[in-house]
Nanobody
Framework: VQLQASGGGLVQAGGPLRLSCAVSGKIISITSMGWYRQAPGKQRELVATITSSSSTNYADSVKGRFTISRDGAKNTVYLQMDSLRPEDTAVYYC??????????????????WGQGTQVTVSS
């Protein structure tokens, strides 16, 4: 089971950016997926999550600016980021709470992470 994030880059303040994260491998079910971020010298923090029933949760700092969505058929989660600010600069990580198989073993839990994608917002 692997998570592959993409879509980061450099953008000017006020601009948009869209992140994608696809889960690959033998997936049995996905309970929820989400995005976290870690800025230099800071701890990793929640950005947004979405459940299999499309219930969403956002950090206060991104409410009204970021939108999380999912494509269940593609096991993919998206993060549309609008009105970006310099303080949004961070490495963004996708996360999944899922059940899958690796070989003959069932793997499950919340500790599935993508490799991280850098988002840099210039002022």
């Amino acid at each position: 089971v692997q998570l592959q994030a993409s879509g980061g880059g450099l953008v000017q303040a006020g601009g948009p950016l869209r992140l994608s994260c696809a889960v690959s491998g033998k997936i049995i079910s996905i309970t929820s997926m989400g995005w976290y971020r870690q800025a230099p010298g800071k701890q990793r923090e929640l950005v947004a999550t979405i459940t299999s029933s499309s219930s969403t949760n956002y950090a206060d700092s991104v409410k009204g600016r970021f939108t999380i969505s999912r494509d269940g058929a593609k096991n993919t989660v998206y993060l549309q980021m609008d009105s970006l600010r310099p303080e949004d600069t961070a490495v963004y990580y996708c996360n999944a709470d899922l059940v899958g198989m690796e070989g003959v073993n069932i793997v499950a839990g919340k500790d599935f992470w993508g490799q991280g994608t850098q988002v840099t917002v210039s002022s």
